[in-house]
């Protein structure tokens, strides 16, 4: 790759979960996004953050190695480097951290701090290698949904966003999961129930959407009743789940989906915006996809669906994260630590 000194190049480094990836962006353009995922806890039914931690050890070298190699560039050409600084798992976030450090001090070069959340809002301005690529107009709605978040974001401009509203219990992703999980499927589950419930009915079966204040979710209702469900069903058919798969698995998935829709719709509507969002691991379900692609033309909205690899955990979007950030001048510190928690 062919670069000037005036290009802003950026490594992005996320390690916020259990995928280690780092990423090369220069001046917004992707030259590489290279993700390593963790397969060590499949067998746990979840996401175990000591062997998280372990596993980013080993990856982070290999995976920040493979982006340069990848994009063409050499660590001298770097202009800075963008780290995730939290929310996530401790333990998985000091490794990234540590590492951005090192590698920046012994570089001499600035760096950036990133929020996660605001980094998934801001995959929609990733552009590809050639430029090209669309992004949403400011102001503009965006649903966050993960494996930990579900949040209505309102953003008025790259760098100044407004969480409007958000789960006060279980994220989406974890609903996904933790249904999966009663249905005997290994973890992460979400992408599971989305491959089934291509093949079944949506109204097959029915659950209770659950009463919240605002603009706010909960899940951890719908979770309980569909395990009270799953029960009494199993008690009077032995084989129910494995002669209804796809079907509890379309109406589960079209219960979350009209949960998340119907808020983000109020929202909307209230705040007066036309262009709409999704982001974050659970923007990959078709269902959702679907959805808000089917309401966005009834109302007349402009509606941006994220491409596979940034809606899950990605370094990209923490590298063009970084490349707003930079070009305002917010820098870290050396002495910057971890955050578990972090708002947006
Ligand atoms: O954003 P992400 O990679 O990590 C977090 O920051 O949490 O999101 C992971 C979540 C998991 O709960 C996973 O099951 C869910 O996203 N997910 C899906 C799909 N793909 C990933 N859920 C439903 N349908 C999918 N296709
Ligand atoms: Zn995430």
Redesign the pocket.
């Known amino acids: 790759m062919s670069t000037s000194h005036k290009d802003i190049i950026i490594l992005g480094i996320e390690s916020?979960?259990?995928?280690t990836s780092a990423a090369i962006l220069q001046n917004g353009n992707i030259l590489a996004n290279i993700i390593a995922g963790q397969q060590v806890h499949v067998d746990y039914g979840g996401v175990v953050p000591e062997l998280a931690s372990r596993a980013h050890q080993q990856n982070i070298i290999p995976v920040v190695d493979k982006a340069l190699k990848e994009a063409g560039v050499s660590k001298e050409e770097l202009t800075a480097i963008a780290f995730t600084r939290g929310p996530?798992l401790l333990g998985s976030l000091l490794v990234g951290t540590s590492f951005a450090k090192s590698l920046a001090l012994a570089l001499q070069l600035p760096m950036v701090e990133v929020n996660?959340?605001q980094a998934?809002v801001l995959a929609h301005f990733i552009k590809e290698k050639d430029g090209s690529g669309t992004s949403p107009g400011f102001p503009f709605i965006c649903l966050?949904?993960?494996?930990?978040?579900t949040q209505i974001v309102l953003v008025r401009d790259y760098l100044d966003m407004e969480v409007v509203g958000e789960t006060i219990d279980d994220?989406?992703?974890?609903?996904?999961?933790k249904v999966?999980k009663i249905m005997g499927f290994p973890?992460?589950?979400?992408?599971?129930?989305?491959?089934h419930?291509k093949e079944g009915n949506p109204t097959a079966f029915s659950f209770t959407h659950p009463k919240v204040d605002g603009y706010n979710y909960s899940f951890s209702g719908l979770k309980t009743g569909f395990l009270y469900f799953l029960r009494k069903e199993v008690q009077a058919n032995a084989n129910f789940v494995e002669e209804h798969k796809n079907d509890i698995c379309a109406s589960i998935?079209h219960t979350?989906v009209s949960i998340l829709l119907r808020k983000l719709e109020r929202a909307m509507q209230d705040f007066g915006v036309t262009e709409v969002a999704i982001?974050?691991?659970?923007?990959?379900?078709?269902?959702?996809r679907e959805a808000i692609t089917a309401l966005g033309q009834q109302k007349g909205w402009k509606v941006h669906i994220p491409k596979f690899e940034y809606?899950?955990?990605?370094a990209a979007m923490i590298a063009i994260t970084g490349h707003y950030k930079f070009l305002q001048h917010d820098f870290a510190e050396q002495d910057l630590v971890p955050m578990a928690r972090m708002k947006i």
């Open positions: 916020s979960c259990d995928d996530g996660h959340m998934h966050t949904v993960s494996g930990g978040h994220a989406a992703g974890e609903a996904f999961d999966a973890y992460p589950g979400g992408p599971l129930v989305d491959r419930a998935q979350i982001a974050g691991g659970v923007s990959a379900n078709s269902g959702l809606c899950t955990d990605n």
